[in-house]
């Protein structure tokens, strides 16, 4: 395989940071996934607990390369929603500006709403149509504010990416945003033609506010009340990826273990009272809980058909530990062990192999760890047609 093919592999493999737009184009590009889910336990698809259609994703993207060292971009999520009247609901997804690097070739200072560059979240490409298992467990968001550099190590060896967020992801930019930043690293090599090894990790002091307790509002317990406030804070949040992708005609494996933890912190009010029955007073108490988890998620694909067919499965296992008066237990009832399978089978694809027209099926059981519990099986159809156009700059 040549050099440029190398370089070919690595850009298609990993995320696209850079967009290769002309000085003056414009690029409008639209991503709409149409989707039937039938979700229910034990395999019952006649008698399902979610059977719905629904329009998964309506991505709009703007982008505009205002000159070789300047690119801007904007892209807002329009989907299926039943939480507004309208039945439908609209989110900022990315808006940022990209500035090349003086003197340093093919890194750019980008500064705005962008990708989180962790894992494989960022370069999931939804070959399989659910979600990355960082996306999936709430890990982190795919994408938050934030500064970064990033951009291509020489001779197609991979990229690197360093960054500083604010740590609570894209659907957060107001009062629910803190004062401790999150860092992160990223790095991804192409050592050989086939084969791409990489590690991330990102590090929090503390994460703010949008955390519920598990229990909120006001409870009683052994004839005492407690108010549970919803001020929890997450810290020392730290989490490391390691991944891979192995690439050798058709066949394909891509592969990811996730290591994150964190310590919650919370607090209730309990509420006094006298022999009387009376409320005398109120006592506020602080505790604290651990948490880590990791995963393993691995998803094979074969490709045939001249590209028109995928085939792909899917395994991945995530344990969730708590702590329980100073020790940490398995909480088997949200650790699970998930496997499945499906096909795309494009009907038109875009330029670089982008998909144009697809259709998906998958099937994925979610096995929990107490075995008492029944497997959720999953089934997704779905739709994916995305299009985009160039406008050139008028000329005058």
Avoid at 361 to 376: D, E, L
């Amino acid at each position: 395989m040549s050099r440029k093919s190398i370089v070919l592999f690595g850009v298609a493999i990993l995320a696209t940071v850079l967009f290769a737009l002309e000085p003056g184009q414009t690029e409008l590009e639209h991503n709409g996934w149409f989707r039937y889910t039938n979700q229910s336990s034990g395999f019952k698809i006649t008698d399902p607990s979610i059977s719905r259609f629904s329009l998964e994703r309506g991505y709009l993207r703007f982008s505009y390369q205002w000159s070789p060292a300047f690119f801007t971009k904007m892209t807002v999520d329009i989907f299926s929603s039943d939480k507004y009247p309208e039945g439908a609901t609209v989110r900022l997804k990315e808006a940022y500006a990209d500035i090349a690097l003086p003197g340093v070739r093919d890194f750019n200072l980008t500064a705005g709403l962008q990708k989180h560059y962790f894992g494989l979240i960022y370069s999931w490409d939804y070959t399989h149509p659910e979600k990355s298992l960082a996306d999936d467990q709430s890990v982190c968001a795919s994408a938050d504010y934030g500064l970064t550099i990033n951009g291509y190590l020489p001779s197609g060896l991979g990229e690197l990416q360093l960054g500083v967020y604010n740590g609570e992801g894209y659907k957060y930019a107001g009062k629910y945003v803190n004062t401790s930043p999150e860092l992160l690293g990223n790095i991804r090599l192409t050592p050989f033609p086939g084969i791409a090894l990489g590690v991330s990790m990102f590090t929090n002091a503390a994460d703010q506010s949008h955390y519920k307790n598990d229990k909120k509002g006001r409870i009683t317990q052994s004839g005492s009340t407690f108010f549970m406030n919803a001020d929890t804070t997450n810290k020392n949040r730290f989490a490391l990826a390691p991944m891979f992708k192995l690439a050798f005609g058709p066949v394909s494996l891509l592969g990811e273990y996730i290591s994150y933890s964190y310590t919650r912190y919370f607090s209730y009010y309990k509420i006094n009272f006298d022999s009387a029955g009376a409320v005398t007073d109120s006592t506020l108490t602080e505790k604290t809980k651990k948490y880590s988890f990791s995963g393993l998620d691995l998803v094979p694909t074969v490709t045939l058909a001249k590209r028109s067919l995928e085939i792909f499965g899917r395994f991945s296992i995530w344990d969730r530990k708590e702590e329980h008066d100073s020790e940490t237990e398995l909480n088997k009832d949200k650790s699970f062990i998930r496997y499945g399978a499906g096909f795309n089978y494009h009907l038109i694809r875009r330029e670089k192999g982008k998909p144009g027209l697809e259709f998906q099926f998958a099937w994925t059981r979610t096995q929990p760890k107490n075995s008492a519990i029944k497997p959720t099986d999953a089934l997704l159809a779905q739709v994916r047609f995305e299009w985009s156009t160039l406008i050139n700059k008028p000329e005058l």
